[in-house]
T-cell receptor, first 114, second 116 residues
Framework: SQKIEQNSEALNIQEGKTATLTCNYTNYSPAYLQWYRQDPGRGPVFLLLIRENEKEKRKERLKVTFDTTLKQSLFHITASQPADSATYLCALDILTGGGNKLTFGTGTQLKVEL | DSGVTQTPKHLITATGQRVTLRCSPRSGDLSVYWYQQSLDQGLQFLIHYYNGEERAKGNILERFSAQQFPDLHSELNLSSLELGDSALYFC???????????????FGQGTRLTVV
């Protein structure tokens, strides 16, 4: 069956450290993989997209890697801050004849402590 | 502010009833997606419309239906409501990302539906 798995347990880290979140998927062949941030009671906000032919993408303190052989993406936040505390969702952009299904993992809650 | 507007923000209704959720996409976006988010299920894809046409379907119940109108706003209709339908319902619209493809989805603030 098709699955997108993210660390179900919350990740607690100290301010200034690098947070690394994992997204693994099975039985999908996504054209793109995306990462979103979601705060409680609010809609997800797009952070980064990486294409199947890209290994790594960076944006400010964020870095995403994509390994289509391992079927895994890693999402890194460097020099983390308490304001980075949120739930982070990975999403697979799957093209389906004329449309696309943006299918989300269940998310990992990140808490950055002082 | 994402530019996607959802109404109402909150809705409380009884089992067996029917409700309509409304979504206005960002100006210029032709795609609209609907998602259901409950505590134990995460964000579940329901349906994708592009310029008035249904393009992709997820695990949307037969009791649920959606449409996108010529002015590109969309409505999600939920009927014969059950307690388990209580959830946050999000609408998103998307824009193509320049230089290489892929889309960025912009989410509304959601409609919190409570079925009692």
């Amino acid at each position: 069956s098709q699955k997108i798995e993210q660390n179900s347990e919350a990740l607690n880290i100290q301010e200034g450290k690098t947070a690394t979140l994992t997204c693994n998927y099975t039985n999908y062949s996504p054209a793109y993989l995306q990462w979103y941030r979601q705060d409680p009671g609010r809609g997800p906000v797009f952070l980064l997209l990486i294409r199947e032919n890209e290994k790594e993408k960076r944006k400010e303190r964020l870095k995403v890697t994509f390994d289509t052989t391992l079927k895994q993406s890693l999402f890194h936040i460097t020099a983390s801050q308490p304001a980075d505390s949120a739930t982070y969702l990975c999403a697979l952009d799957i093209l389906t004849g004329g449309g696309n299904k943006l299918t989300f993992g269940t998310g990992t809650q990140l808490k950055v402590e002082l | 502010d994402s530019g996607v507007t959802q109404t109402p923000k909150h809705l409380i209704t009884a089992t067996g009833q029917r409700v309509t959720l409304r979504c206005s996409p960002r100006s210029g976006d032709l795609s609209v997606y609907w998602y259901q988010q409950s505590l134990d299920q995460g964000l579940q894809f329901l349906i994708h419309y592009y310029n008035g046409e249904e393009r992709a379907k997820g695990n949307i119940l037969e009791r649920f239906s959606a449409q996108q109108f010529p002015d590109l706003h969309s409505e999600l209709n939920l009927s014969s409501l059950e307690l388990g339908d209580s959830a946050l319902y999000f609408c998103a619209s998307s824009a193509l990302i320049r230089g290489g493809g892929g889309t960025e989805a912009f989410f509304g603030q959601g409609t919190r539906l409570t079925v009692v």
